[in-house]
């Protein structure tokens, strides 16, 4: 049950997706009737073109959710979400649902079985004065209530499962036109009349039980809108925060904070009420987080500032301008769960406070500066300018009491742990796509590509089935960057990444399916831990080679390349070369030819593992002046010649010719040439 909402949870975020574009226009378009005081044709246009997304997120909701609950979709689980919309919303629409339960039913005694209990009085009718009054047709079954993101959502589960089970049904010969995909559709179709038949009945109640709790939370006013801040933080580590904010955002229960706050003067919002539950996010995302952002980077080990303020500034970031704040949270999260649960009381506390005060701001996708600045003049926003005075008051809040109980309590958050190997890698980034390197380094660390039975990605982390949970390298996770891993239970596993996570899967699924080769550092790497590597105890300290390359040699420190020059990529020399030969420097086995050639990766005889990499930036080449001479396997001699480099080509390119040549699996090594 927890897979498959945290699955419903990642595949609501397809079609939340697309609500920042009508944030942007319907922002623009509030922004300049601001500007000029009266509505004009730019403004109406702009306008009127992000209300029809608002207009029709259930349907969108119905798409994307079968999208994304489908396995490996082509887009026929799509076509198959929409049919179950068309067909449950058709049916059941005021008119469809006045002549299913009989038009002219109006007196007790004409309904059959009446007596004192009519039928339907179970599923939410009412009788007054002897006359029937069906809310499931005057509110329930409405266009406005039930067109709504929960039907969109049934829907796209409808037409995912029927995806998932049925596009490899095969039929009999006469009718094997209908076999395969081309049946969903069909099948999608009667169970969505089943569906529809089925709330008919039950869908007054649901409808009431949604109304009610709305209304139990807007009748204890601040305090239940406290209540859903606080849990709307605590529900982010299982995905489930989706479903509760699909109540008081989406017309789920009759609130439709957001979309009503989007619509503006030309929807059914209220100025001071409507934004109530969407307010209290912008302080706390733009400013609160990013102060414990502060606490934790003044708070780590001298020695590790530098790699926790590369995590936490770009959690930091992240959080105040768009509102994505999983990477900032998941860095402390599991590291310090007592600090997660203040930050979800500060939520609270918040959303409580904005309510009370006369502030009330909304976003189309999250509470960041963005979506600030674009709502700002939308005529629902009231003091939009007290957010950033609560910012600042959060801010000071988050930064003393963040770095108080830190200290106090000496939590292990991101720099202050008690282990070296919380240390971020770098390397290895080398291509076109600079998520290739930290891909091939998260499959690594996740078992291998055989391990991985399911990969998907959400807003900030990807979703993983994996056959074994046990091989999972954490740390390695978090040196390749990751902010956090989760393992929601079974054979599930999550590794929080951030907004980016999107190019990593797809770097990810390119490198499992074989379309793209791994970069030499992280080849090496993976063939020295599992093809019988060497101890670091028992590899040389000294590694003395042939010079692969005649030119002049220069320490690594000089190399104008902080990856190289840093010693991120592991110990060695660098040369100036003076021709284009590249030779082997001892025996070893070609372990890695990089696709553009301009790296070569080798396995020496006692287990010590080289990359030499001709050039700087020499990738952006595309195997232009290099001609490798032996491939991924072979095994050479000291001397034999394994690449040609025209060195023309890479000065006329503006490119480096420096060629480090490291040692990538013992940091301890110290190289010569003799």
């Not at 005081?37 to 992000?50: C, E, I, K, M, Y």
């Not at 957010?387 to 003393?400: E, K, S």
């Not at 595309?622 to 690449?643: H, N, R, Y």
Request: charged content about 15%.
């Amino acid at each position: 049950m927890m897979k498959f909402l945290q699955n419903l949870g990642k595949s609501i975020m397809l079609p939340v997706a697309v609500l920042p574009v009508a944030a942007i226009l319907v922002g623009i378009g509030n922004w300049i009737v601001g500007i000029t005081h009266n509505p004009n044709v730019v403004a109406t246009f702009l306008t009127t073109a992000g209300l029809a997304i608002v207009a029709n997120m259930a349907i969108l909701f119905a798409v994307g959710v079968s999208i994304g609950m489908a396995e490996k979709s082509d887009g026929t689980s799509a076509l198959a979400g929409l049919v179950s919309w068309l067909v449950i919303t058709t049916l059941l629409s005021p008119t469809s649902v006045q002549e299913l339960l009989g038009r002219g039913w109006t007196k007790v005694e004409d309904v059959p079985g009446a007596g004192d209990d009519p039928i339907g009085v179970q599923a939410g009718w009412h009788v007054v004065d002897g006359v029937i009054e069906s809310p499931d047709v005057s509110a329930a079954f409405n266009t406005g209530s039930f067109q709504n993101a929960f039907i969109g959502i049934l829907c796209g589960i409808i037409g995912a499962y029927c995806y998932n089970k049925f596009k490899d049904v095969k039929l009999p010969d006469a009718l094997s036109f209908f076999s395969g995909r081309r049946s969903v559709a069909i099948i999608t179709a009667g169970i969505s009349l089943i569906v529809a038949l089925i709330l008919l009945f039950i869908w007054p109640l649901l409808y009431a039980g949604l109304v009610n709790f709305g209304e139990w939370i807007v009748g204890i006013g601040a305090v239940g809108t406290g209540l859903y801040g606080f849990f709307n933080r605590l529900l982010i580590p299982f995905g489930l925060h989706h479903a509760l904010n699909s109540v008081f955002w989406f017309d789920v229960a009759g609130i439709n904070d957001l979309n009503n706050f989007l619509a503006g003067d030309q929807g059914d919002g209220i100025f001071g009420v409507t934004g109530q539950y969407m307010t209290g996010f912008f302080p706390i995302m733009m400013f609160g987080l990013p102060g414990a952002a502060l606490a934790m980077y003044v708070t780590a080990k001298p020695v590790q500032k530098k790699m926790a303020y590369g995590i936490l500034l770009s959690g930091a970031v992240a959080s105040f301008f768009v509102g994505v704040t999983e990477p900032l949270e998941f860095s402390f999260m599991f590291l310090a769960p007592f600090l997660y649960v203040l930050h979800a009381l500060f939520m609270g506390i918040s959303m409580a406070v904005a309510q009370l005060l006369p502030v009330r701001m909304g976003f189309g996708f999250s509470g960041g500066f963005v979506d600030l600045v674009l709502n700002w003049t939308n005529p629902l926003a009231q003091n939009p300018w007290m957010i950033p005075v609560m910012g600042v008051f959060w801010f000071i809040v988050y930064f003393v009491v963040f770095r108080w109980v830190i200290l106090r309590f000496k939590l292990k958050t991101p720099g202050r742990e008690d282990d070296d190997d919380f240390v971020l890698d770098e390397a290895a980034n080398d291509g076109d796509n600079p998520f290739v390197g930290t891909a091939a380094k998260f499959i690594d660390a996740l078992g291998g590509a055989d391990n991985i039975t399911s990969l998907d990605n959400c807003a900030t982390r990807l979703r993983m089935e994996l056959a074994d949970t046990s091989v999972i390298d954490e740390h390695a996770l978090k040196r390749a960057g990751a902010a956090g891993t989760m393992k929601p239970g079974g054979k599930s596993v999550q590794v929080i990444y951030g907004t980016r996570v999107q190019f990593v899967k797809d770097a990810m699924e390119d490198l499992i399916a074989g379309r793209i080769s791994a970069p030499v550092a992280a080849a090496a790497v993976a063939a020295a831990e599992t093809e019988a590597p060497v101890a670091v105890a028992d590899r040389p300290t000294t590694v003395t080679l042939r010079q692969p390359v005649a030119g002049t040699v220069i320490p690594l420190d000089e190399v104008p390349d902080k990856t190289f020059a840093s010693g991120m990529m592991g110990p060695g020399l660098a040369i100036e070369p003076a021709d284009g030969l590249v030779v082997a420097p001892a025996p070893a086995t070609v372990v890695t030819v990089f696709p553009t050639g301009h790296a070569i990766g080798l396995r020496l005889d006692d287990g010590t593992e080289l990359l030499i990499h001709v050039g700087l930036d020499t990738v952006k080449l595309k195997g232009e002046g290099f001609t490798p001479l032996v491939e991924p396997g072979d095994i050479v001699d000291a001397g034999q010649s394994i690449l040609e480099v025209d060195l023309d080509t890479i000065r006329a390119a503006g490119y480096s010719t420096v060629t480090p040549v490291v040692v990538m699996n013992n940091k301890e090594a110290t190289v010569t040439f003799g």
